[in-house]
């Protein structure tokens, strides 16, 4: 079955790049999603990936995707107070209603 | 451009009464829906997704129902509410040859 799985917690200072990683099991996975979630709101897409690009940038977002090690990882450039939020990976899981299976999240805090 | 809502936003309720909450789609049609939960503190878990008006899929055996009776409405439902139901119930939909997912606001449910 598909497991996505992320490390729970991620703390860094204003300025810094903070990096989140995640892994995937499903190795016929499409897409590839970072969602962003901020206290009490809904999740924001915030860029995806195709499983066949090794990289994507989009301003201070770069994904990386090692698809031989199932390993997806977010890059925040010059971190800000303002993206204090869980993060949440997500795979594109067969073709029946384009479901996707999500991570734990990983809560990233900011300090000034 | 296209929107989505959830409504209540919050909702107390106590133990064995009833439930209804509501998913609407704007400036779409067709679209696939889904409905997750969120306990506290923990990532997300698709309950349902439907494909079309009257077509509902469950992942997981509950105490939740949906239903879809108009091709832009979903609506997640119980009879008798758990304790275990609490938690943040997120509506998202996606066009239906895309891939991206778009979240609602979300409903958080405290049941008492």
């Known amino acids: 079955g598909e497991d996505v799985e992320q490390s729970l917690f991620l703390s860094v200072r204003e300025g810094d790049s903070s990096v989140i990683n995640c892994t995937y099991t499903?190795?016929?996975?499409?897409?590839l999603y970072w969602y962003k979630q901020e206290p009490g709101a809904g999740l924001q897409l915030l860029t995806y990936i195709f499983s066949n690009m090794d990289m994507k940038q989009d301003q201070r977002l770069t994904v990386l995707l090692n698809k031989k090690d199932k390993h997806l990882s977010l890059r925040i450039a010059d971190t800000q107070t303002g993206d204090s939020a869980i993060y949440f990976c997500a795979e594109k899981t067969g073709n029946a209603g384009n479901m996707l299976t999500f991570g734990g999240g990983t809560r990233l805090m900011v300090k000034p | 451009s296209q929107t989505i809502h959830q409504w209540p936003a919050t909702l107390v309720q106590p133990v064995g009464s009833p439930l209804s909450l509501e998913c609407t789609v704007e400036?779409?049609?067709?679209?696939?829906l889904y409905w997750y939960r969120q306990a506290a503190g923990r990532g997300l878990q698709l309950l349902f997704y439907?494909?079309?008006?009257?077509?509902i899929s469950s992942e997981v055996p509950q105490n939740l129902s949906a239903s879809r009776p108009q091709d832009r409405q979903f609506i997640l439902s119980s009879k008798k509410l758990l304790l275990s139901d609490s938690g943040f119930y997120l509506c998202?939909?996606?066009?239906?040859?895309?891939?991206?997912?778009?979240f609602g606001p979300g409903t958080r449910l405290t049941v008492l």
């Open positions: 499903d190795s016929s996975s499409t897409y």
């Open positions: 998202a939909w996606t066009p239906g040859l895309l891939n991206e997912q778009f």
């Open positions: 439907s494909v079309g008006i009257g077509q």
């Open positions: 400036g779409t049609s067709n679209p696939n």
